[in-house]
């Protein structure tokens, strides 16, 4: 990296990651316009219109899943190698084609026979069954090169479970099941690889994604960026601050924390290392940054689309319920960088040297405008998120068309051919990105589907449930300790969507059974949203945290160390679940009226805006006051005396209505007052500390 940075970046210079990006996801690297890049290109341009028609004149839902598929298979052999040899890894080879072209016509099978298999439900022809093993295969060799090992192993896990069954100990055995009826299930009914996730990714977040190729396209990568560091640059840790602010706006339009972590760390790692953050540190807060930016919404990793489906609930209640965790989780991170930048004793940027701010504001307004469009369309019209999807990119796509000849008129500038075109340029690009970001979500959500099908035709859920139960003899915590560790166990080699996926299908229910039975009654979202946490998690998490291997490149520091310590930053997302699933209230969730008729959900909302409010402030105090617990600092270096009143006040900010009932003190706002007391007392104790020590403890003994 070089040794001065600057302190804005182009979009010309983002997009020049893009080769990064795809290295470190494993594509393959092609000479730019020679006929294979070409092909790939046409290939996805032709998906992205497709899934723009299909809004447009209605098509049959199982048509529209085996062509998503079927693109993204084809896609899947073309961009990525067998195996990671320098050879491979430029050149697409014949037998790429060969696989690619046979998986495709796999996922279209049921298109073209979709009569004729309706017909003869359940008494499948040879010729259905060799195509469903055929095609089973290719899913998971497209998803073993696309997403690496894991998820193909937890299919064939399954897909054996399913036939040797009952050889299984007596704990898990079932019957077992033929070849016929679980190719059946997995391949020629929508309960399998054609079913519910693939569905979401067909129809809603294929045009999130899209939508969010066209804005960073457009330029609202570097927008953010740039504004972010405007505007924080010049405090303490003002490069660190500004990577969390600029992640989580990226966040809000991308669905993949490898691709945030390239894309603003290039930017803000070496500024960080400039003003003194040791380069593993600086990596590491990239890493936090850009893994929590999945839990932003309205994207969320792609998987809100996938919780709204399986729970039967609008998309809107899901970004609802999901808002004060993200941001409380935003809002700690920042403080913990403050905290940081106060151990290291690192001060900002010269004001004086830094963009203005409200110029670069002004300056890309128009790409803030389709976002505000997209969420008013979504949760104040309640538009079905794929309309609300729709309209968004054609607005972007206006905006990109005009901005590049109307910003010339202003700057007086000639209106010459190439400013008309580089709208439509950038455009190209944008759907062609887009369809490129899909091809991980829609391999994965279509294998994922076997885990699915799994559940449904073993009943492993209800095993699963007798296993885990035994395990944590009768005690929730344990239940939900054991579901983190499995989450984020299996998210080391999943991406977020389908640890998800899989992970909503075996232990969410579990989660949920067992709560009942002990007498809680939750809300099937705060399971949901528990395991969809994990698996976040699982980014950062070493050995295999993919986000810790791309920062730890930027800023030339160790993978393991940086790995370990942005899990340690985000220690404080991972109490985040077990708070909301305690205290529903973080949820906007009073509490559950399952024989409310006109409430399907049964949940009672919280709409009161000072009750809210109330939520918010005391989660982030919490969450303060858990940080400053971990990382040992508040104004000055805390010592054991503080780090336990910080601690206690954690339970006082997050379970008031439980700490409430196990003390006997009846309103739940005490607990909040006799928190923010303490949160008093240990400031007035901290300043005079200072004030005895003269200041010394403020960096003395404790750089790190």
């Not at 704990?171 to 190719?183: D, E, F, Q, R």
């Not at 403050?338 to 670069?360: M, Q, S, T």
């Not at 709208?423 to 887009?434: E, R, S, Y």
Request: with cysteine; aromatic share 12%.
């Amino acid at each position: 990296m070089q040794d001065n940075p600057k302190t804005t970046i182009t979009e010309d210079e983002l997009h020049s990651d893009e080769e990064l990006i795809e290295k470190l996801e494993g594509q393959r690297t092609f000479k730019q316009r020679g006929w294979q890049d070409w092909t790939v290109a046409i290939i996805a341009l032709m998906w992205s219109l497709y899934q723009i028609y299909v809004v447009i004149v209605p098509v049959n839902s199982v048509f529209v899943r085996a062509t998503h598929l079927a693109f993204a298979l084809l896609l899947g052999y073309l961009m990525y190698p067998m195996f990671k040899t320098k050879k491979l890894s430029s050149t697409i080879c014949w037998w790429d084609f060969v696989l690619g072209i046979t998986a495709a016509l796999g996922a279209l099978y049921i298109f073209f026979n979709y009569d004729a298999l309706n017909a003869r439900s359940g008494a499948w022809s040879q010729l259905d069954v060799i195509m469903g093993i055929i095609s089973i295969i290719l899913i998971i060799e497209a998803s073993r090169r696309v997403l690496g090992l894991a998820l193909g192993i937890i299919a064939l896990v399954f897909l054996s479970y399913d036939y040797w069954g009952q050889l299984m100990p007596d704990l898990i055995a079932h019957k077992g099941a033929s070849v016929n009826k679980i190719i059946g299930q997995m391949y020629l009914t929508t309960e399998g690889i054609f079913g519910v996730p693939l569905g979401v990714s067909a129809s809603y977040v294929f045009l999130f994604v899209l939508f969010g190729a066209l804005l960073e396209r457009a330029g609202a990568g570097a927008y953010f960026i740039n504004l972010a560091y405007a505007l924080l640059g010049k405090y303490d840790g003002g490069p660190a601050k500004a990577s969390v602010a600029a992640s989580g706006m990226m966040g809000i339009i991308s669905g993949s924390s490898i691709a945030n972590t390239v894309t603003t760390g290039t930017f803000t790692i070496p500024l960080m290392k400039k003003l003194g953050f040791p380069a593993h540190k600086a990596a590491s807060v990239e890493v936090a940054a850009s893994t929590n930016g999945q839990l932003m919404p309205p994207i969320m990793g792609a998987a809100a689309f996938i919780i709204a489906e399986f729970l039967g609930l609008s998309y809107t209640d899901v970004v609802i319920t999901a808002a004060i965790p993200a941001f409380v989780s935003y809002f700690a991170l920042f403080y913990i960088v403050h905290l940081e930048a106060k151990k290291l004793g690192i001060k900002g940027e010269d004001p004086d040297k830094l963009p203005r701010a409200w110029a670069i504001f002004k300056a890309g307004l128009h790409y803030i405008i389709p976002i505000f469009f997209l969420m008013y369309t979504l949760i104040i019209l309640r538009q079905s998120p794929q309309m609300a999807a729709f309209n968004a990119i054609m607005f972007m796509l206006l905006i990109m068309v005009i901005q590049h000849p109307f910003g010339a008129m202003l700057n007086k500038e000639p209106l010459s051919k190439d400013v008309w075109l580089k709208g439509f340029i950038d455009i190209w690009h944008g759907m062609i990105t887009g369809a490129k970001n899909m091809v991980p979500i829609a391999v994965a959500t279509g294998l994922a589907g076997i885990v699915v099908g799994s559940v449904t035709l073993t009943g492993v859920g209800l095993i699963l449930a007798e296993v885990i139960e035994s395990l944590a003899n009768g005690n929730i915590i344990l239940v939900l300790v054991l579901t983190a560790v499995t989450s984020l166990i299996l998210g080391m080699g999943l991406p977020t969507t389908a640890n998800y996926i899989v992970m909503a299908s075996l232990t969410a229910p579990v989660i949920m059974s067992l709560a009942g039975d002990l007498g809680f009654l939750i809300p099937a979202i705060a399971a949901h949203l528990f395991v969809f946490y994990f698996g976040i998690l699982a980014d950062d998490t070493p050995p295999v945290g993919m986000a810790a291997y791309a920062a730890a490149g930027i800023a030339k520091s160790d993978p393991i160390k940086t790995g370990l310590q942005g899990f340690a930053y985000d220690i404080r997302t991972a109490i985040l679940p077990f708070m909301f699933f305690f205290n529903t209230k973080l949820l906007l969730i009073s509490g559950v009226d399952a024989a409310d008729p006109n409430n399907p959900a049964g949940w009672i909302w919280i709409t009161n805006p000072a009750e809210i409010a109330l939520i918010f402030i005391t989660a982030v105090m919490g969450m303060f006051a858990f940080s400053s617990a971990t990382q040992g600092y508040f104004l000055t270096k805390i010592n054991i005396l503080e780090r336990v009143l910080f601690l206690a006040i954690v339970p006082l900010m997050f379970l008031p209505n439980m700490v409430a009932k196990w003390t006997g003190l009846g309103s739940e706002y005490i607990p909040y007052i006799i928190g923010a007391t303490i949160y008093a007392g240990i400031y007035l104790m901290q300043k005079a500390k200072i004030k005895r020590d003269g200041g010394r403890w403020s960096v003395k003994g404790i750089i790190a």
